[in-house]
Structures are given as structure tokens and as C-alpha cells.
């Protein structure tokens, strides 16, 4: 196993003693170690490569001279499961320090005496939109309901196959929206597909005032480090100013977290990460070799093969995808 010079895709060591001797184990995330019953020993060093041979013997060495901690951000906000430990830092706790940041950003721009109940979009933003209800004194509830046999919508093929999934994966239970303010608290905001089903969801239940809030910052850039994500025309918040996102998502107020915030959160709990990998929000790519050419070839590449998915899942909503995509961006 080996983990990038950069530091930027997780990678952990975990043991297990047993009767035939040292068994080890190589894992992403620490809870794939803990459920399968091997003891966490350390995450593995950017650049460092680790070899188990036949007999069980552990080797370790630095194949990367300049290498650097700059941990993918994202995994934070949204890929890690909660219960998982990056670098020394835990991922409930983080996203728990998130809601803290957020409910901060959220009073000082809207009048939170006005909100009824905060709401989470199960499961990611949970943590946050607890700590979000705490920290502004206002109610928390779940209005929406998971169906478990949903896979997560971002990285599903096709924006008409994304569209129903949201639908699908998500019931709103109408008791907990009628005649109500509510903040509903994601971890972050991609396509936009989501949030906007999400508002309209809510709004068919009865609400009678939507305020969107993202513990994350806007997502306008694609992420090129082996994260299955849309490319910059697929993502919402590219070249469109807030004021044009929170149209399309159809909220009656969008609240975004800001990257200074968010990066605070996890530097709260382990101040020895002084970098990230952050590009989906900020654009810097930290390994330097990646050019516009290579975005726009990635791009013309995914868009062909997205909208050959969307043509083969649905070929009347392939089409009213594309109009209204050309009517937001004549727009």
C-alpha cells in the first residue's frame, strides 16, 4: 500500500493478534478496521509505502523526499463516515464544529427569532444541524425520512436518474413542515439537483418559508483526486453569483459556510494540519500540474458519456434537462 505525497486520500494501519500470529490490515477509513476487529496503530505517512510479506513481517519506508500533509477537505464535509478518525481527527467531531461556524454565519444573516425548526438532510449534515439547533436555541426535527436502499445522488450516472433517486431516497413527512419557517442544514450543496427537490419537497408539505444552509462552502470547482465528482458546468454554484444559485435551488434564502470556517473546524481539533486539499471550493490544485486544457478535456469527456446515461434512462427528462439548462445559462 502507498499513500500519495500529498497526504490528500486518507490511509490507515490497524492489527489484530491472533493464534497463528500479527495479522494487519490496510484501510481508508478506521472504521473498517474497528468493525472487523483490528486495532487502530496510525495513519499512514504521505508518501510512505507500506509492505506485509508472506510471513506477516510489516515493512515501511519513505519513497517521497518532499512530502506533505494536505488532507482532501471533502472527506471531512461529506465522503468519511462519521464515525471514522483522519489524521487524528474525528469526523463526527468536525462536522459537529461546522454547525458551530455555520449557526454563527446563519444569525448574522438572517433573524433566527423567525425559525421554527432546524432539519437535517439525512445522514451527513446531522451533526451539523444539531449543533446548529443548539448553538441558535431553536428546535431540531426530522422531516425527512431515508431510504436506505437509495446510494448517495452525486455520484449516481445521469441528472434524470439523480432527479428520481432524490425522490425516492427522501419522504417528507408533511406534520413537521405545515405552516413553518424551517432551516434545513446540508452538508453541502453539488449539482444543485438535490437542493432543489429537497425545497420543493418541503415547500409541497406545507412550509411556508424555506432557509437553505450549506456547512460547506460553494462547490465550484471539479475534483480531479479520485472523487467521482461532476465537472464544472454540472456543478451549481460555478460562474453563477448566490443570488443565482438560491434562484435555482428555489430557497427563500441560501446560507453557505465560508472556506476560512470550514477549514477551522478541523484545525480546531488537530492544529498540525496547516494545509488542505481543498480545490472543489477554492480552485488550487495542490499538485500544480493541472491546466485549464486538462479541465476541458475531462469536462468534454464526462459530458458525453453523462448525457448518453440520461438518454438511456429517460429520454423525455434528457430533454428537459437540456432546455432548461440553456435557459438558466442564457440566462
Same mark, same amino acid.
Given at each position: ?38 486495532? #487502530? &496503530? %496510525? ?18 519506508? /519513505?519513497?517521497?523526499?518532499?512530502? $506533505? ?5 471533502? !472527506?471531512?464535509?461529506?465522503?468519511? %463516515? ?17 454547525? @458551530? ?10 433573524? &433566527?427569532?423567525?425559525? @421554527? ?26 422531516? #425527512? #425520512?431515508?431510504?436506505?436502499? *437509495? ?7 445521469? /441528472? ?14 408533511? *406534520? ?35 432557509? #437553505? ?5 460553494? &462547490? ?15 456543478? &451549481? ?19 453557505? /459556510? ?40 475531462? !469536462? ?9 446515461? @440520461?438518454?438511456? $434512462? ?7 434537462? /437540456? ?7 442564457? @440566462?
Amino acid at each position: 500500500a502507498f499513500r500519495d505525497p500529498f497526504g490528500i486520500r486518507p490511509l490507515c494501519i490497524g492489527k489484530i493478534d491472533t493464534p497463528e500470529g500479527t495479522e494487519w490490515m490496510i484501510a481508508s477509513e478506521s472504521v473498517a478496521l474497528e468493525g472487523l476487529g483490528y486495532t #487502530f &496503530v %496510525r495513519d499512514v505517512i504521505p508518501g510512505e509505502a507500506i509492505y506485509i510479506d508472506l510471513d506477516g513481517n510489516f515493512h515501511t519506508r /519513505q519513497c517521497a523526499p518532499s512530502a $506533505s500533509l494536505n488532507p482532501c477537505i471533502f !472527506e471531512y464535509v461529506y465522503l468519511a %463516515r462519521p464515525d471514522s478518525t483522519i489524521d487524528g481527527v474525528t469526523v463526527y467531531n468536525v462536522r459537529m464544529r461546522m454547525g @458551530d461556524y455555520l449557526a454563527e454565519k446563519i444569525r448574522a444573516e438572517t433573524d &433566527v427569532s423567525k425559525i @421554527d425548526v432546524v432539519m437535517p438532510i439525512p445522514d451527513s449534515s446531522r451533526p451539523a444541524a444539531l449543533q446548529v439547533a443548539k448553538r441558535l436555541g431553536i428546535s431540531y426535527r426530522e422531516g #425527512f #425520512f431515508k431510504n436506505r436502499y *437509495i446510494g448517495r445522488t452525486f455520484i449516481m450516472p445521469g /441528472q434524470a436518474v439523480r432527479k428520481k433517486s432524490v425522490r425516492q431516497k427522501l419522504n417528507a413527512m408533511r *406534520i413537521e413542515f405545515k405552516d413553518k419557517t424551517v432551516l434545513i442544514v446540508d452538508d453541502s450543496i453539488v449539482r444543485g439537483t438535490t437542493s432543489y427537490e429537497i425545497v420543493q419537497m418541503a415547500r409541497e408539505s406545507g412550509a411556508k418559508k424555506v432557509i #437553505f444552509a450549506s456547512a460547506a462552502p460553494p &462547490v465550484r470547482f471539479p475534483n480531479v483526486y479520485g472523487i467521482d465528482m461532476p465537472t464544472r458546468s454540472e456543478l &451549481v454554484a460555478y460562474g453563477r453569483t448566490h443570488d443565482e444559485i438560491n434562484d435555482l435551488i428555489g430557497a427563500d434564502q441560501l446560507i453557505y /459556510q465560508s472556506v476560512e470556517d470550514m477549514k477551522k473546524a478541523v484545525q480546531d481539533i488537530n492544529p498540525n494540519i496547516k494545509n488542505f486539499e481543498a480545490s472543489c471550493f477554492d480552485g488550487n490544485y495542490i499538485t500544480g500540474d493541472i491546466t485549464e486544457a486538462y479541465l476541458d478535456a475531462l !469536462e468534454a469527456a464526462r459530458n458525453i458519456a453523462n448525457n448518453e446515461e @440520461d438518454r438511456k $434512462s429517460d429520454p423525455s427528462d434528457f430533454a428537459r434537462s /437540456q432546455l432548461h439548462l440553456h435557459l438558466a445559462n442564457g @440566462d
